[in-house]
């Protein structure tokens, strides 16, 4: 598939799907990919799925109110277009609307992904799915909002362009977006920089846990369900800390776990440098990319920290030999 207009030929109808735990190129390119079939395919009805995020990128992006948040009935679509998904499950409850689709896409940027659909155009090199789809529409066609989507999905997936995945690629996408009508300013300020209060309390309490470890090389910080709802907090509103947690100086590796009301524990690993954190969440069931991976823990808190500190651990002296 060199271009999206191929496969929005001749189809009737399209459902649009992102991840689980919907991060903001989940969202950016979901929304994007709606807006560029209505704005230039009115004979198709396209209807976008996506998992609960955030007010800040609900209350900023446009078009954000028609995701729907479950699944209608049986619903068969002839074309399902997957995005930002790196395995077939990730797509969590919409799993079943893929499955039913009579052709399906996936476009994406992990490593990781072992080509799920019918049509497959994956890019690890692109920083962000949103990047990718960019690419793969026609600019001519690009309206104001779906330029905003994007550009929202690639500040998110690159850290505000602070990332190393940022590359010469991705800010000449990032300019033509802006070319494109993408409100840059409203959108780095209102879903990226940010904060809610409730937010803000959260990222204290995480702060005052962190420690470093591994003579310094590592930073992690842990929060239990319990703190988390005391403080009036929700899973969503803890996305923004292991950002905040990767900057500390020396550090090649930083993670982040919250507990989940279950018990389990999401962990969330950032890098630095030439280190790589996916080998790392693959040995706990996750994956992810070469610098920002997570991945599910079972255990108790000390246990947890544990295997954490020790996989990091034999990471570091791997990559020192290397």
Known sequence: ??????????????????????????????????????????????TAYLHPFTEDLRDTLPGAEKILGEARGDEEYDLCIAL??????????????????????????????PGFAD???IDAKASAASELLFE??????????????????????????CHDNTTERTMIVAGGLIGHGARSGVLIRDTFTHKSYVQVRLLGAAMSHAALELDGKFIISMMTFDEMVSLGGRPMDMEPVIDDLRVTDGTVCAAFA???????????LRANGDFCVSDIAEQFGGGGHVK??????????AEVRAALIEAVGRAIEKNAED
Not at 14 to 30: E, F, T, W, Y
Not at 292 to 301: I, K, N, V
Request: hydrophobic share 35%; glycine share 10%.
């Open 1 to 46: 598939m060199k271009k999206i207009d191929e496969e929005l030929g001749g189809i009737r109808n399209c459902a649009v799907l992102g991840h689980i735990r919907p991060d903001g190129d989940s969202v950016g390119a979901v929304l994007g990919m709606y807006h560029y079939i209505r704005d230039n395919c009115p004979e198709i009805s396209v």
């Open 84 to 113: 930002d998904t790196s395995t077939k499950d990730r797509l969590g409850d919409f799993e079943g609307v893929f499955d039913r689709a009579k052709r399906t896409v996936c476009i994406d940027h992990h490593f990781t992904n």
């Open 119 to 121: 049509v497959n155009v």
């Open 136 to 161: 793969l529409m026609d600019p001519a066609k690009v309206s104001p909002r779906t330029a905003d989507c994007l550009f929202t999905g690639i500040v998110h997936d690159t850290g505000c362009f």
């Open 258 to 268: 919250r507990q989940s009301e279950n018990g389990e524990w999401r962990v969330s």
């Open 292 to 301: 920002a991976a997570g991945c599910t823990m079972h255990g108790s808190e």
